[in-house]
């Protein structure tokens, strides 16, 4: 599995959670809402240094990654993290790697 930042998605970390060089950005899942491989389970996202690093990318001197724990919920997928222009948010996608 792969994690994959766009560069708008870089901004907007940088800009709505002031994200700087030598941050941790964890994605994880979470119990709670649904996602397309798991009923009851979404994907969550936080500041948070990491205990056992899965799956990692460094941009701008951030880091974001995936504890090794959480890999089950990508079901062999790539997570692409982009913005969603229109509602000014984050949206994600799974690509089978």
Known sequence: ?????TK?????FKKEMEA???????FYARYGGSS????AF?????REEPIDIGEETVVDGIHFYIE???LWFFNEHD???KVDATLDELAYEYIKG
């Open 20 to 26: 700087t060089n030598g941050d941790y950005i964890r």
């Open 8 to 12: 708008e998605a870089i901004d907007w």
């Open 1 to 5: 599995m792969k994690l994959n930042i």
């Open 36 to 39: 397309p491989f798991h009923e």
């Open 79 to 81: 997570l692409h993290v």
């Open 68 to 70: 090794k724990d959480d």
């Open 42 to 46: 979404s994907l969550g996202m936080n």
